[in-house]
Structure formats: structure tokens, C-alpha cells
């Protein structure tokens, strides 16, 4: 389970768009898709919330133009949302030796062998943006040894859905790989947290039968997609394509 | 690995488009995605060809604008080739207690279970044309079991599942379902038949290495796409991403 | 699902049976074995059967005594039934790299690993009388790894149940044996068409039920069996090598 | 891994066999099955024996006609033979509410599902000649639920198979169905306790290697064979091996 | 992976330990066990941490008598070990319709599913702290549906197993036992989120290749074990039942 | 299942312990554990057994200090219970190149791949004295490939582990790095026959249900413990059951 909306995240918010409209946004989200609810667990509405996690949404709204459901399934759990959205920001946000669009690889990828539809979509959609290869998501999804990736990519991969499906089993062998493929210690050390953080995530999604925005199916697949201006060269011009107002807690 | 150009197809030729640029198209795709060739097997060129097998490839092409990659790599054994098309028209194009979207659903869920790239995004391609549900493949290719589909679709779609991964398991308590949410014997032979075609379609995907045409990816995303006229308004960007020509037929 | 009949199979037409006796022989087919019936699905008389399905069986019962189930329960859907014989016919019958035995070798170990007792019984009985062992057949059906054969075949049959069990892995690394062991291009192809194409057989004589003719059993497991003389090169002398008394009993 | 040989087995010595012959058997059969040794692990010759080994041998080589191989490769070890005989004397032999053909399907069942040719082999051709059903032992090795076979034994099997492979998770749910068919307490036990036993008989047989006897492919497949009447030529050995004494218990 | 060391965790401080003696044990806890280090990335030595997480580790080591290994081995990533920490305290701590006993043993039992032997050991021991039982980790580790357990106990853990194994099928059908037991919609939230995040607990256990402190091994076996005296009959003195004598060695 | 208690076992009688206790003890076991009775079978009194049995009964009591249930449960089949006895002494009592510790850390790491209860806890006792290493045997329960042991000791066990779960496909490649360990031809023999005696072992334990005796959960886990001394107050008969002779051979 995931979330495409932090700090620099390529979800920005819509010219234009109102914020009035985005309060009806978050209690309308609640309303369930076709026949299935939001969520099996009661959704707070934003009133209910701790203020912390209010400003936390709405800012994600105010940048992102909507808010991903996750935000309002795992609200329900205040300390457990906080302790998921700091790990998560840990993980996804920091400086690594692994580009951002790598790290959305993994979960695109791992969340795809635990058949979890909120992640791979959602993060499907936020690989499309910061890879700028709009194929590349649908590829993981499907079968990662298939898709057009470069060797290193496919060790890194091979890597994750082991921690993913068979951390018990890991063993020397399983690292050799990567250390000829030029990962570093933290490398590998990021690369089997993301796998082990969305093993969590994915469980979360699938225990709360959360669903994805819709948004996210269109995110990305075609060259100006969610969007204001068509970015520069990937992560360098990450800063200003998701301004955030500066007490924006994440 | 599926096709998505039979005549009936929404796969409909863009207006406009030239012939003669058609027979560039099919040398063109010969060459390698990224670093990875088309087939594993020697790809024909279309003046190789049987007259009929280089006549049904022309005619795709003027349909559908493209030549869907199976087409290409498949043509390399005429005789298989003939027989395989023949098998895929009788299941997909004729007339039948399933409709066209459900026999698509049936085609994109047991490709995603083999971890078939081909198939499932052609297929899913032809699924959102068909179905005019947009979100509809992209659910079935990471979990049909969480897709927002019907009762009766789940109970197809299991059965089909079963099929896919377990045949020699099957037994009557299989069938009940299936006649409870009443479907007839034609009906059941219908899905059964399909997800064993798609067991070979997949597994001669997966043997020669096809991948995907691009186009698939994004057809069919947005309202217009595959369709005379705009549908409802059911995403904002929809109405102009996929202009087709009136005439185009389904 | 497989069947063993065409021209050049080793089951030829008895000298001087009846035809009158044959025609019976198909209506007989269609009562249950035990308490189970042939088909879970209709299965047409011949009088109901178009003219060119009708030839086409009466021409193997003529050939070979007697006519395999998969004939008469396939029969009910003719689309199906000519692009599932073409296809059969492609594979098993042209020239190729690979004998004849060495593809009915693919075809009982493959439909063992998907436990499908048509295609391993009928197909054992076929592989048996064109190889001249007769032990092979029940070696593989029940572990081909420790089937008294040799170490190209043991390559040959690891890729094709890689192809049956588990072909979205396949890699180089799977190829790379076959290479190894001189077969060419077009050998492989045939040995992963040939696990695909079984693939699709099993699912459907699970999905319809249908169990071997008893005749299957027996065929070719002793030294006289299904045979006049010792042929000379396996299949040259097919046309003798069934010759069975009038009174043979079915 | 099993053996067909006890006093009371259908494989009764032939009247005027010459035990001269036998010796020269048993010492032939240590020499390799085309290019594999009769097991991985030392074969005692005869004279080396401990003396009631010996005789347990060249009785059971009396009444048999040949040595089955099990008997060669565990004879190794002594002791371990010794207990390994008793305890299958004890489940295989003695009263039960279990007809012997019964125990010899569960036997088959299971060890087809652990892919072990010896004991699929060798108790196959027993169970064809306890159950005088020649086509059973080879459906029940490719997929027991298509057998034909009554539902009290498709019940029986279901158990044996999860107790092959499945055992710690085996509950009361198992169990009810069982005492639904009416088996007892000490039928139940017996199910259980061949299945276990031959989780051992069948590594064993994997750990060494052994291969089945040539016998063992053909007893029992014919009408008159396994009855007091010497059937046609089936093999060399066949016409001493199959002759029973009225008076044989099955 | 777990720790069993928070404020109100059984394993509470010895009576006048000395915290230099502490001191001295966070180094050299960083020895390798046997042949393999504490982990495979770098362990931080206790000046090097930053206040707060030095402060908490401090804390555990006195309360516990010893500093559990994971604290060492996640401590060298600090955003990661803050929101690792905070998660676990909110699902282990808090007030809950589960007791703490019952939450361990979802830990024990699903980190066993997991083959994860620094949360079975670790969380075994304060297993046998929380519920008085000195059998039932042991019992649970191996093999939970033969635990001594009640039938709400079973349904509890039949829940978190499916969340752990196969979270992508859970459905109604999996939440309707829990329901039937009188869990309520928090108690499954619980149930399923402690699966959940020993999912990640477990993978970063394996991931660093942490091992467990020997003194988990022993901690809650023998009726004084953690205990200043003896208590009388087992499951009566709780309250008492974790001080230990200063000299008790580990 | 196992039993730890032949002659020459770590579980040697006390001195001066009084056998008319212990009568009352065997009739006592018989008793259920929580809710759950010894076996699913009929459990017999001493005095129905056949007098060795009897005799071998009160011997283990007599060495030990109580009854290992797996006594209690298959004496219910006297012949099965000689065979299996004289089977178990056969492997783990005789001279081999494997040392009992080594032969019970196949039992132990075997019976856990199979989640046997009855035979993990048992034999972990027995492992812990034998072994003096009082760790081991929980490590191996859990997981072996991250025990502390040695390469050859992995390599032993990789092989058991093969033969437990995945007999069948035993080949050269799996005895390769026994031989390059040094094992000999008797230690690879002896470490298969072990698996596969234990695969026999844990499915009967599974069958009748039976459950280890509360003794062996604490055997030899503290320092003194299988030593002459008598450790603390363990449990009710702890200080009877684990003091031994000198001479004792481990």
C-alpha cells in the first residue's frame, strides 16, 4: 500500500483548483466504489481527525489534487497512520544511492508478486512520473523479468522479491549479485527495507480492502500527464514540481 | 498471448493513415525494443509469406493501424500460424452466451496468472474497448479477485482461474457455481476453452520472448478512446486524448 | 489431450476388419465407462457431425481399429475440433529434428506433470509403439528424471516441462542446455510448441472429462504388440505394424 | 518403495521353476538398467547375506519367479531391512478391513503422488493382480480423482493423499468424512499407516535409486494373466511368474 | 523480529543492576555469535547514536538486564528504528480487545510461518512471561493448529496466518469466523496488523541476518525463571513473575 | 515422532527412583492434555500389552523417569510397534560416522520442515544433550540454514531437507557436496535413511494426534541439566530424569 505524495513527488497540484472543492473531495472519497466500501474498517471524516494528520491531508490535497485513499483507511489508527507515514517518508524520501524512480521499481514490483492492487496501481502511477517511461510500470506489474529494464535493475528486482517472498531463505548468495552489480551496503540495505516495508503496506492494503483512486490508472501514461509544465530532466527539477507550503509535516 | 484485430475488433484503422506507410510499420517492428529483439525465433518478412498469411496481416494492418506483434512472430510457422488464428477467431469472434468484454476478462485474468506480458496488455487493451470500463483490465491483471466486478463475473472468473492453474483438480464442485449463477453448458465450455487456448497462447508468448506494442498500453484508457462519440464525463482529460474517426466500427 | 491417429501413426487399419463394425463401435464409445459418462459436454452422432469431421473420423477408425475419445468428444464444437487437428498435425506430423518418438516422449511428460490421463495414456500407448521401448512411457509418466534415458533427452524434457509448468521464467539460462546439446533453433520451438500446445490438450480433457479407450492400455507393451514383424526404422512401417485378429475384442 | 512378494501375494512361485535358475537371477539383476546401477549404495551378493535374509530371498524368489529389487538394495543394511520388512508385513498382510486391493490403491495413489517409479511400478502390477481391474493402477498413478473408482474409495484416497502430503495439517475435518463411508477406527489407522509407511518406502527407493524389475510393467495387464492359466508371451519370465495355487487368498 | 522491552514488557529491571556493567554489555553484544556477526550491515556503537535512541536503549537495558539485538542492529538507521519503534509500541502497548499475551502469540506464530528465528525466540520468551504458559511458544512455533489453544484462539490464528501467507485472497469468508468468536472490527484491525507488520519485522530480521540474545532462549521456562523467588503454582503469581535475582546468570 | 529413550540415550534412569511410581505414571499419561486426549486411537493399558512390549515399556520408564507418549500411542499396534522400534534403534543407536547429536539435528530439522510437534520437541531434548549445546535444537526448529553450524553440518542437512520434501528429485547434484564434506557412502545412507525413517515418524504422530510429553520441553536446557547434578527445581520429576552415569556414551 502506498502513497504518491510527498514533498517532491511528482502529484502536483492542479492549477487553479480549488480548496473548498478539496474538503467535498476527502468525505466524498468515502463513498464506495461500485459495491465495495472504501474501506471494512470505519474512515474518519477530516473533522474527527487529529490536527496533525488534518494538515498532513489536506496538504497532500493541496499538492496532489486529490487524496490518495490510503491516507483516509489508515486514519483510523492515528499513532499507526504516523509511525506507517514516517517510515514510509524514510524510505522513499531521503537521499540514496537508489534514484527515486528505482525505489518505486520495488514496489511496483514486490507489490505486484503480493497481488495488491492499491500499491501497484497507486505506485504504478508515481513510477510512470518519476521514470518518465510510461510502459515501464505496466511491465513490472505483469512480470519484471520480462520488462525492458538494464541488468543492474533486474538484479536489484531479483533482490526485492526475495525479501518479499522468501526472506528466510536469504543467504550469501543472494547478495554476491548485487555487490557485482556495483549496490553499496546502504544500497542493499534500502532495497530489502522497501521490500520489507511494503510486504507491511500490501497486508495493510489487503486487510482494509482499500481500493485506489481512480486518478492514478491515467497518471503519467502519456507526456504532459500530471503535470503544470513538462519537468526537466528527472530528479533535478523535482524540487519546484511539487512545492509544498514549508510546515507541511509528512 | 492474445490478438486484438480480428474484423470485428475496436481495433479500427486511424483515418487517414497510408497504406504505404503500413509496410514500413511491419519491417519496423522487427527491430528491438530497447535491447531485446522481438522474437527469440527469425521474424518473416512480409514478402516471405504465404499470399494468405501476408494477406490477413495487411488486412489487421489497414484495421487496426498496427500490427499487433503475435502477428510477426507467430507468421515465422505458416501451418501453426493458420491453425492458432483459427482456434483464437472460433473462440473470441463467434457468437456466444458470453459477451465479447466477458470472454476479454477471461483472456486478461489467466494471462495475468501465467505472468504473460503479451497477452495481458493486448488484451487489456481490447478489454477497455470492449467493455468501455476503463479501470476494468488493470484490476483483473493484479487481482481479479479485488476488481469491481459482479457476482457472476467472479464466479466465471474463478472457474476460468481453475482451469488455468489446476485442471487436472477440477470436479463437479467446480461446475456448481458456474450453473447456479446460470450459466448454460455452452457457457462453460466457452470458458473452459478459453483459458486452456490462453494456456498455449501464453506459454508460446513466453517461449519466443514477444513483447507488446506500445499502442496497446494506452488504448482505450479515456472516454473517447475506441468509441464514436465521447462517453460521460467520466475523467476530466478524457474527451480529447483518443479522437478516433466516426466511421470506426466495433 | 492428444489422440494418435493420423495417417502415419503406428495404429494402422487392421486388414479385413469390417467398417459396418466401426460405425457401431463410435456409437458404442459414447456410453459411460463405469458411472462416468465420455463427456461432461455433448457428444454428436455421427449422422449429426458435418461431412468433413465425419471422413476424417471414420478415416482413423479405418486406420486403426478403433476411434480415440478425443475424436468424439472435441467433435461437438467443429471450429474448434479442425484448428485444434490442424494444429496437432502441424506439430506432430511434419518433418522435423526432432523423431517422432522424441515428441510423443514431450507430450506423456508434460501431461503427467498436469496429471491428465487422457494425454498420458493414449500417448503413452503411441509413444511405446514408436519408439519400440516399452517401458519408457510408464517411466516418464510417472518421474521423467529417472526415466532410463539419455542425457539430450533429459534436456529436451527439462525445458519442455519448464514450458508446461512454468514458462514466465523462462530465461537464456533455460536455452542455453538446449544449444549445448545440438538442437537447433526449430527443435526448440518445436519442443516448447509442443508443451504449449498439451497444455491447452490437458486443460480440455479435464475440462470435458474425458477418459482414454481402453484399447490405450495395452498397445505396444509387448514385443508382438501392435505389430506383424519388428519394423525396421521407426515409422516406415507404420502401415504393419497394428495388424490385429478380426475378433480382437474392444 | 515396495515389494509384491509376501507368502500370501498374488506373485506365486510356478510349479517346477528351477531354483538353480533363481540364483543366477538374483546375482544378474545387480548389473546396471542401461547406463544405471541398481542402486547408489553397495548391492550384497547372496553368499554375503546373514542367513535369514537369505532365505527370506530365495523364498520369495521361489515363489515369485524373480527377485524384486527392493529386496536387493535394502538387504545392504540388515537390520534396518529386517524392521522395514516387518512393518510392511504387518500393514500389507494381516486382517484388515481393507480388502488388499485397497491397500495396494493406496499404495499406488500416494506413491505416484511422491513421483516414485519403483512403488507405482511394482504395486501397480500387484494391485492389477489383487483387483483384477487391469486399467486401474495406471489411472490411479496419473490422477486417483479421475479413477473410476467408487466414492468410499475416492474418500480413502483423499485421506492417504493428505496424509502423503499433507499431514500436519490433517484435523477432524479429515477425518468425518471417513467415518461417513463407514471405515472404522483400525481402517483408518491402517489408511494413515500405509500412507506414512511409504512417505518411507519412497524415499528410500529416491535415496538409492532403485529402478522397478521388468516383470513388474506387464503382470497382471492381460485377461489371463495373474491366474492359473499362463497367458500369451508377455515377457520372457512371464509364463512361470503369474501361475497362482487355487487355494490363494487375495 | 521483535523486542520485548517496552516499559511494560515483562523483562523489567534487575534490581540494582549497574548501568556501567550496561554499558559494557552493548558492545560487546556486537560479537559475533559463533562464526557470524550481529548483522550484515554496521552496528553502531552507543556514542555514535543520536540522544533520544541512545536514551531508549539505555532505558530497555535497564529495565531488562540486557539490550535485545534488534535495538543494535536497526539502531543504524535512525528514522527507520524511530517509526519502526513507534509502530510497534502502538500495536503491542496500547489497550487493545486482545490481550498482550494473545499478541504475542500472533507474533510467535506467524514469525514462525516466516522461519524467522529472532522473532519466534525473542517473542517465545515473552510469550511465556505474558500468558504463564511455558509450553505454548514451543507449541506455536512448530506447529499452531496442534497448540493447546482454544477454538477463539485457533480462529484468531488462522486469520493472522492467512494475513502473513496469503493476504491477496483474504474475503468475507475469512472474516466471518473471527466475527462468529465475538471478535470485533478493532480486534481484527489488531490482529491483522500485528500479522502485517512482523511481515516487515520478520523480512528485516532475515534481511540483516540479526540473531537472537541468548537470554530469550531460557527466559520464562521454569516456574522461577525471571523471577526474584520462586513463585508457587505457576500461572498464580504474574504479577511478580519477571524480577530476577541480581546474580542470575544468562 | 520420536522417543528418546533406547539404552544408551542422555535419558538414563535415577538412581533410586521407584518403579511402583512410576506404573502410576504410564496410566496416568493417558490422561488428555488440556482438551485434547493422547491419540485419536485407543491407548492400551500395561496390562493389556503383549509382555515385551510390557518389558520395554517399563524399561524406558525405568532409564528415563516417565514414558515418551510415542509408546503409549503405537503400542496399539504391537507388530507396527516392534517394526518402527527396531527401525529407530537401527538408525540412531548403532556405530556410524554420523554422531548421535548429528543424527538427531536431522531428526529435529526434518520434523520442523514437516511442523511435527511430537517429534520436534522430543528429539529437541534429546539433541540438547546430546549436543550439550542448548540452543541448537530451537534454532534448527525454526530454521536451520541460519543455526549456528557448521558447512559440513548444513550440507548434512541440506540433503535431509531435500529427502524430506522433495525426494523425487534427488540427483547427482544434491550427493556431490556431501562427498566434497567428506561423507562417506554409510553417512549419506545413514542421513537419507533418517529423513525418510522421520517422514514415516511425523506422519504417524499427525495421525493419531499425539502430543509431547511436558518433560522434554525443558530437558537439558540449563547448564546442569542431563548432568549428574540435578538442576534446580525444573519441573515435578526433572531431578529424577536427567542424572546419568558417567559412562554414559554420548
Not at 498532513?56 to 483507511?73: H, M, S
Not at 506507517?84 to 525505489?103: I, N, P, Q, V
Not at 514496489?107 to 508515481?126: D, F, L, P
Request: proline share 6%.
Amino acid at each position: 500500500m502506498p502513497f504518491g505524495l510527498s514533498k517532491r513527488s511528482g502529484l502536483t497540484k492542479l492549477a487553479g483548483s480549488k480548496s473548498t472543492h478539496r474538503l467535498a473531495t476527502y468525505e466524498e472519497e468515502i463513498a464506495p466504489m461500485g459495491h465495495k466500501p472504501l474501506s471494512r474498517f470505519p474512515v474518519p471524516r477530516l473533522s474527527e481527525l487529529p490536527e496533525d494528520i488534518r494538515a498532513q491531508i489536506l496538504a497532500v490535497q493541496e499538492r496532489t489534487g486529490f487524496v490518495p485513499n490510503v491516507f483516509l483507511v489508515l486514519a483510523h489508527r492515528p499513532e499507526e497512520f504516523r509511525a506507517f507515514m514516517a517510515h514510509h517518508e524514510a524510505l522513499m524520501e531521503k537521499d540514496s544511492g537508489l534514484t527515486k524512480a528505482e525505489r518505486e521499481m520495488i514496489v511496483v514490483t514486490t507489490s505486484a508478486v503480493n497481488n495488491c492492487a492499491y500499491c501497484v496501481i497507486a505506485h504504478g502511477a508515481i513510477l510512470r512520473l518519476r521514470s518518465k517511461q510510461p510502459l515501464l510500470a505496466d511491465q513490472l506489474a505483469i512480470n519484471y523479468r520480462h520488462a525492458d529494464i538494464t541488468t543492474r535493475q533486474r538484479t536489484m528486482l531479483d533482490f526485492a522479491v526475495k525479501v518479499c517472498r522468501d526472506a528466510a531463505n536469504l543467504d550469501e548468495d543472494d547478495f554476491a549479485p548485487l555487490r557485482a552489480q556495483g549496490f553499496s551496503n546502504e544500497d542493499i540495505w534500502d532495497i530489502g527495507a522497501l521490500a520489507a516495508f511494503f510486504a507491511l503496506s500490501n497486508r495493510m492494503a489487503s486487510l482494509t480492502g482499500m481500493w485506489p483512486n481512480e486518478e492514478f490508472y491515467t497518471l503519467g501514461r502519456t507526456p504532459g500527464s500530471g503535470q503544470k509544465k513538462a519537468p526537466g530532466p528527472q530528479t533535478r527539477t523535482a524540487k519546484k514540481a511539487t512545492r509544498r507550503p514549508k510546515s507541511a509535516p509528512q
